[in-house]
């Protein structure tokens, strides 16, 4: 018997200023629905409680740039001296299962994916403030006062640019976590 051809997964692009809280909110919305996340390639050095094949890919400078070459990539950007990027087989592959999928991406890969795919859904994170993300990123402890000054400068380009372009129809405000993330599961099942 002839089996149906499975309607294709949703993209969903998470996105926010680094220290905003997309990695703990996305982590609670994995957990209280079936979606999948991508896991992507790194250059940076992992944190003191990251884990390679779980957090990220961790790759030399020299593979990721092979893969670029390769076309390996749904897209890539530098971000802070680093390359982050999403691999477009493992990708595809989950799309052509017909699960959705979250991408945690910087708005410059973003809005690449938004080019590729016009009906990915956008979902924009923020802190209340600048001075809250600040402390968020202090206590987060991963980075040095130079990183995380480098950080905070990128924040107000990342937040206009993704406003101006449209794409995040939800800009959601992490003030109370677990309000955050209820909001975030709504939207996650399309309830909201
Ligand atoms: P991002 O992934 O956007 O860089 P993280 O999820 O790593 O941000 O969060 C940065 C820091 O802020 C972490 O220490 C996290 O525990 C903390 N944090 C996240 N959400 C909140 C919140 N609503 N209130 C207070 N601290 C938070
Ligand atoms: P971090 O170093 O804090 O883990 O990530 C830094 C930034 O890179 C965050 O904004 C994060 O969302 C982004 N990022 C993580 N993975 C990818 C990716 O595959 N592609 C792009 N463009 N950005 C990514």
Known sequence: MATEPKQPGRLIVISGPSGSGKSTLTRIGLERTGLHLSLSATTRQPGPNETD??????????????????????????????????????????????????????????????????????????????????NRLEKRARDDAETIKKRL??????????QQSGHYKHILINDNLKKAAEELVDILEGRS
């Open 153 to 162: 400068a990128k924040a107000e380009w990342e937040i206009q640019t993704a």
């Open 53 to 134: 094949g779980k957090d990220y890919h961790f790759i030399s400078r020299q593979k990721f740039e092979e893969m670029i070459a390769a076309d390996e990539f749904l897209e890539y950007a530098q971000v802070f001296d680093n390359y982050y990027g999403t691999p477009v087989g493992p990708l595809n592959k989950k799309l052509a299962e017909g699960q959705n999928v979250i991408l945690e991406i910087d708005i410059q890969g973003g809005l690449q994916v938004f080019k590729r795919f016009p009906d990915a859904q956008g979902i924009l994170i923020l802190s209340p403030d600048m001075k809250e993300l600040q």
